[in-house]
Structure formats: structure tokens, C-alpha cells
């Protein structure tokens, strides 16, 4: 039992030695400097994924990234004109800040209602915790009557993001309608 396993011992030992001694040798050197020259023949690409050109459709209750990316060849400008002058002359519509700034303002206004009706709310339920500390009628009368003001307001508030979040849908869908590149709603 003894000599098997000093068999063992030492084929394990030699097994682990081997590939210094045999054509297994890997140069790790030589292999980076082989990368090395491999990159340099390719080149760099002139474009660069970054958040810019990072877009993200969901459908389907998944989402897809993709990379708008952009032509290495400039447009041939017509006539000479700049394209900061071609740009004055494009319709609203047709420009990027246009739709960018009706989402940002709708989605401002939506982050708002939001923060509002939980502030309301947690007002509300501390109005319902207080009607029902208070034993004396007339005191939880009022506070009864302050809290069917609160909730009508919140509900009211309710509506209005219902209506915001409606309005931003129909931003998207007449942006798609309108031929708007997904990167300008992004």
C-alpha cells in the first residue's frame, strides 16, 4: 500500500515538471508582443461607443441595446453653406433639442407629481393616525374635513400624472411618427 502510493507521489511530481520540460512551453512575452503588432496593423476605428451613441429599446418586456453610429464621411454640403446655417433653416420639428426638451420638461413635471402625491399621501396618513388618537368630536371633525381636502387633492394629483405620462406616450409615438431618431429622445 505504501510503494503505491509513493508511486502516486511521485507521478503526480513529475506530472506537474513536464511542461517545463517539454514542447507545452507558452511565451507569454512573445505572445503580448504578437497582440501587440496585431493591433497596431488594425488600426483605430474613428468611432467610439459612449453614452451619446448608447441607445436602449425595450419591447416585449426586454431590452436591447444598440449603437446608433454615425458615417465617417461627412455629408457633402451643398452649395458651399455651413451646416450651422443649414441648420437655422431646418424646421423646430427636424431639430434634436426640440423633442429632447418637451420629454425632459414632461418628465420633470411627472418626477414632480410623483414626489407631491407621496408627500400627500404620508401627510394623509398622518391625518388618519391623529383622527384616530382624538376622542373629542369637534377635533376630529376638522381634522376629518382636512383630510377629504387632502385626498381630493391627491387624487386630482393622481389624474394630472396619469395625463403627464399620456402626454409623454404621445411624444414617443408622434416622435415616431415624425421619423425623429431614437438618440434625440434619450
Not at 22 to 46: H, P, T
Not at 48 to 64: A, F
Not at 105 to 130: C, F, G, H, Y
Not at 143 to 155: A, F
Amino acid at each position: 500500500m505504501k510503494l503505491l502510493a509513493w508511486i502516486l507521489l511521485v507521478c503526480f511530481s513529475l506530472s506537474g515538471l513536464s511542461p517545463l520540460f517539454g514542447n507545452g512551453l507558452i511565451d507569454l512575452v512573445a505572445l503580448k508582443k504578437k497582440e501587440e503588432e496585431r493591433r497596431k496593423r488594425i488600426g483605430k476605428s474613428k468611432q467610439s461607443v459612449n453614452d451619446s451613441n448608447l441607445n436602449i429599446i425595450s419591447s416585449g418586456g426586454k431590452s436591447y441595446g444598440f449603437v446608433q453610429m454615425e458615417s465617417e464621411v461627412p455629408p457633402e454640403a451643398e452649395g458651399g453653406s455651413s451646416v450651422a446655417s443649414s441648420d437655422l433653416e431646418t424646421p423646430v420639428e427636424k431639430r434634436p433639442d426640440f423633442w429632447k426638451n418637451q420629454k425632459t420638461d414632461l418628465e420633470a413635471r411627472i418626477a414632480q407629481l410623483k414626489e407631491d402625491i407621496t408627500s400627500e399621501q404620508e401627510n394623509l396618513n398622518k391625518l388618519w393616525t391623529d383622527f384616530y388618537i382624538k376622542n373629542i368630536p369637534a377635533e376630529q371633525d376638522a381634522i376629518k374635513l382636512q383630510i377629504s381636502q387632502l385626498t381630493n387633492q391627491v387624487e386630482q394629483k393622481k389624474l394630472f400624472l396619469s395625463q403627464s405620462e399620456a402626454q409623454l406616450e404621445e411624444l414617443f409615438e408622434k416622435a415616431r411618427k415624425a421619423g425623429v431618431p431614437p438618440g434625440w429622445l434619450r
